[in-house]
């Protein structure tokens, strides 16, 4: 069971980024997934979640209208659009899942399979 994190990359602001976080050993449509990020010198936080009913919480206020969470699962995967990047959006951005069918949850000890991180850089 694994995830494996993809896409990030530096981007000049008001850009965007397509980040995809694949699955292998398992289904991922059966579970949910969420995506945090860790800035440099903060805590990680909960950016998004998508449930296993396909139902989507997002956790980051700053990212409201920017950030879009939906599934791929042709390529099991869970996507991560992120549009206008400003620098404060810099930051490692994981995926993580939680069990079989359970609700999503914004703190990260509530997942239990977490992908490696991918860096997400936004300068001019």
């Known amino acids: 069971v694994q995830l494996q994190a993809s896409g990030g990359g530096l981007v000049q602001p008001g850009g965007s980024l397509r980040l995809s976080c694949a699955g292998s050993?398992?289904?991922?449509?059966?579970?949910?997934i969420a995506w945090f990020r860790q800035a440099p010198g903060r805590a990680r936080e909960g950016v998004s979640c998508?449930?296993?009913?396909?139902?989507?919480?997002n956790y980051a206020p700053s990212g409201k209208g920017r950030f879009t969470i939906s599934r791929d699962n042709a390529k099991n995967a869970v996507i991560l659009q992120i549009d206008n990047l400003n620098p404060e959006d810099t930051a490692v951005y994981y995926c993580?899942?939680?069990?079989?069918?359970?609700?999503?949850?914004?703190?990260?000890?509530?997942?239990?399979?977490w992908g490696q991180g991918t860096q997400v850089t936004v300068s001019s």
């Open positions: 050993g398992f289904v991922m449509d059966y579970y949910t």
């Open positions: 993580a899942r939680r069990p079989n069918r359970s609700p999503c949850k914004a703190r990260e000890s509530e997942y239990s399979v």
């Open positions: 998508i449930n296993s009913g396909d139902r989507i919480f």
